[in-house]
């Protein structure tokens, strides 16, 4: 009885944890760890069907990220499903959206070679293992720098072929020197190696030829292994991380997805964007189209490490693609990576846009719009999460004025009017730039502000206590040299914004104005309850301030020079100290000398630096029985500790 309540119990807990798995997922279904995880629980229950259901689902999401079709057919070959992995193999690495991956490639040649048994296919079979090396070689192995170990494999293949007769051997002799001659022209890892491996090799096969055709591959072997050397110190901060399977998938080696406001490291970003630079310089002198080829393959493998930054996407497509029927298939997949992306989705919808296709580029836009209002919803309410909403309401908004800006262009100002009337029903989930930017749509293309001031005064309903909102109010009235109505807009906001820095500018322009274009006893008025709220303000300041012709303050460039910004500085601290002032100050602070500055602190903890001294000395060890380097990657990249998993 007891050991049935315990199944019961377990087979609970299990459906628990399934239903857990899929509720993650389905709330984000960007993250691909979470998808991974619902794959692995199906694997280990011998649920294949779901586990197949779900990688056509990456699949679809994510259809040039080659790790997930590399998992996928690793799956499929360990169980021998040798026609779903046939399939597979022409979905992802042939069509408009081919992978090209040494990992996947090395993948299919793993499928090709049990396909085709040398025992029992002999000849026949040995000749397709061979045309799959040489389309693997063509594909992708001259351009990746760390093939080093698909050269040997080739190279291995080769070797142990076993002649039947003189035709053979020398058949393979000419293939092995053809693999060295390609091989040898690339920059990757271990070319001096393979380089002496291969001078070698010519020498124990035929001491009478081997100067000569070592000399002829001498010239082009020392250019790729000058080109590897700089290759290496422009590749040098690049992370490329891949899990060796669904098992080691972690998230150290898988792309994690996070909102832009979120993300404070480009490092990655800039450092792929430097090598695709020195890519495009052609240090190899290939040919126009061969060059194409190799560059292409870089951008490929940096969406492998960066499917989640919309500028390496942006990139990719505008060097690939002439024409805006190409660019639309790859920005389509992009959008699937980063569907809340401005700069993509403004790219897809000018594609369409440029064809007359208006109901394509309002679908761009709704598709985006809805995105970005599921992610609002699911996080409003949470104050953890305030960063996110800021960034969300911001985002949709700017969406919608580029939107409304878009069918305004396309379809004229009546289809401008349906998208602003869309956003006002949204209210709390929109900023204030909504109403602004469709002001300014109705004045410059009516000529008429009645209408744009009726939109304003609109917005006051909603952002009547936004400082940055009545501001820019003030500045459309200013346009108009609406006077009166500005100072009754001042009047009746000014004790309602609470945010200090927009309230001081609210001021300055206020006595700007009166300054140039009103009454002295009125600015004296303004300046006195100015200075009541911010006591600390510099007098003279605010008095250049005044005296500004064109939005530039003549007394503070001409006269006094040695004081600092503007009393609202240019980055709007309330503060008016301008900012790369006091980056500079931190920056003479970083290059004073060594010894004025305070000691720093060790780089590694004390503990570290305790085992180190009592290790033995590496003289002692005529051998390396590891490579360090090598291990610090692999635990890096392939090994999960358990508390990371919170």
């Not at 490639?105 to 396909?115: E, F, G």
């Not at 000569?212 to 591959?217: H, M, Q, Y």
């Not at 679908?363 to 969300?392: A, H, M, P, V």
């Not at 580029?402 to 262009?409: E, F, P």
Request: net charge negative.
């Amino acid at each position: 009885m007891s050991t049935t309540n315990e199944e019961t119990q377990a087979n609970a807990s299990k459906d628990y944890s399934e239903d857990a798995l899929k509720m993650s997922y389905a709330a984000q279904p960007l993250d691909i760890m979470r998808a991974l995880k619902l794959i692995e629980y199906y694997e280990s229950k011998d649920d294949y069907d779901n586990s197949r259901k779900l990688y056509a689902e990456l699949h679809e999401r994510f259809p040039l990220y080659s790790p997930l079709w590399t998992m996928h057919l690793q799956s499929e070959l360990q169980r021998n499903e040798f026609d779903t992995v046939e399939k597979l193999l022409a979905q992802c690495l042939a069509g408009d959206l081919e992978n090209n991956d040494l990992s996947l490639w090395s993948t299919y040649l793993d499928y090709v070679r049990r396909k085709n048994n040398l025992i029992t296919g002999g000849q026949e079979a040995r000749a397709v293992v061979i045309k799959a090396f040489k389309l693997v070689m063509d594909k992708c192995a001259t351009f990746e720098p760390k093939a080093s170990s698909f050269w040997n494999d080739y190279l291995g293949f080769l070797h142990q072929w076993k002649p039947m007769n003189k035709w053979e051997e020398q058949q393979r002799l000419d293939m092995i020197r053809e693999v060295y001659k390609k091989m040898l022209c690339v920059p990757f890892d271990k070319l001096e190696k393979m380089w002496n491996q291969y001078t070698l090799w010519e020498q124990e096969t035929n001491t009478l030829t081997a100067r000569k055709f070592i000399g002829e591959l001498s010239a082009d072997y020392m250019k790729a292994r000058s080109i590897y050397q700089e290759l290496l110190n422009v590749t040098a901060n690049i992370r490329r991380t891949s899990p060796l399977n669904l098992r080691t998938a972690n998230k150290n080696n898988i792309p994690q997805y996070v909102l832009p406001c979120k993300k404070n490291d480009h490092t990655q970003l800039e450092a792929w964007l430097k090598w695709i630079a020195w890519e495009k310089e052609n240090k190899l002198e290939l040919t126009e189209d061969a060059l194409k080829d190799r560059v292409t393959y870089v951008y490929k493998q940096a969406i492998q490490q960066l499917l989640f930054e919309p500028e390496i996407w942006y990139d990719y497509v505008m060097y690939e693609f002439d024409n805006d029927a190409a660019r639309k298939n790859i920005l389509k997949v992009a959008l699937q990576a980063n569907p809340t992306s401005p700069t993509l989705t403004f790219k897809l919808a000018e594609c369409y846009e440029v064809e007359n296709k208006s109901e394509e580029v309002q679908n761009c836009f709704e598709k985006t719009i809805d995105e970005l209002l599921r992610q609002y919803k699911n996080d409003n309410g949470n104050d953890e999460l305030s960063s996110d909403i800021i960034w969300e309401r911001k985002t949709l908004t700017y969406i919608y004025c580029i939107y409304m800006n878009t069918m305004k262009r396309l379809s004229g100002l009546s289809a401008a009017r349906a998208v602003f009337g869309k956003c006002r029903k949204l209210k709390k989930a929109m900023t204030h730039d909504i109403y602004v930017e469709n002001a300014y749509l109705e004045f410059q293309n009516q000529n008429d502000h009645k209408t744009a001031s009726k939109v304003l005064e609109l917005g006051l309903k909603y952002f009547g206590d936004d400082g940055e909102y009545i501001n820019k109010y003030m500045d459309f009235l200013s346009l108009l040299n609406r006077g009166s109505q500005m100072k009754t807009l001042f009047e009746t906001s000014i004790e309602k914004v609470e945010d200090l820095r927009q309230s001081k500018k609210i001021y300055v322009k206020m006595i700007g104005y009166e300054s140039k274009y009103g009454n002295l006893n009125n600015v004296y008025q303004l300046e006195k309850r100015f200075f009541e709220k911010f006591p600390d303000t510099d007098l003279i300041q605010l008095f250049s301030t005044r005296y500004k012709i064109q939005d530039d303050n003549k007394i503070k460039n001409l006269e006094l020079t040695y004081k600092l910004p503007d009393i609202i500085s240019s980055d709007g601290d309330p503060s008016g100290v301008d900012k790369s002032f006091k980056k500079r100050q931190i920056e003479n602070d970083e290059n004073l000398p060594d010894s004025k500055r305070q000691k720093s602190q060790p780089l590694l903890p004390k503990e570290i630096l305790d085992i180190l001294a009592v290790l033995p000395k590496k003289q002692y060890f005529k051998n390396a029985f590891l490579d360090p380097s090598n291990l610090v990657n692999y635990l890096n990249e392939q090994v999960k500790l358990a508390d990371e998993e919170n």
